[in-house]
């Protein structure tokens, strides 16, 4: 498995292979969602009656995994296209902040942001078996919802 740029594959024994995510507002209180920075699967756990229960478990792809660490990382705001472009693509956020301006310029956002476009298509219906949304924002980003 190759590593993209931005996302660093823990090792094995390091303790930030999980991850934790309650995302307070968008799933109910009692439930969490942990994910598995190394299977790179994504689950859903909910504690009810004092026992714990997994109630949601996706696989993603080690391309995949970034975009939704990034959007999980700015919930409840938007997560500007420049961030999740400099994530799939690499190079800085700067970077792409100016060649998305650019392309404004040129009436070609849409060709620049297809290949995101493509993917966040394929990760919106895994996230929408844990309750989850992602909405498009025009020329800003992307929102959890």
Known sequence: MSAIPHFRTPKEDEEERFSEYTLMGMIPVETTIFVDLIGLTM??????????????????????????????????????FENLQSISRGRSIEYHRRAIELAKRDNAVDELLKPLRKM??????RLHTFGIDVKCLIETGYILM
């Not at 080690?62 to 959007?71: D, I, Q, S, W, Y």
Request: proline share 11%; hydrophobic share 40%; aromatic share 10%.
């Open 43 to 80: 689950l859903m756990i909910q504690n009810r009656d004092g026992t714990s229960h997994i109630i949601e478990l996706q696989r993603f792809t080690p391309v995949e995994l970034p975009l939704v660490l990034e959007m999980f990382s700015n919930f409840p705001y938007h997560t500007p």
């Open 120 to 125: 966040i298509s394929r990760i919106r219906p």
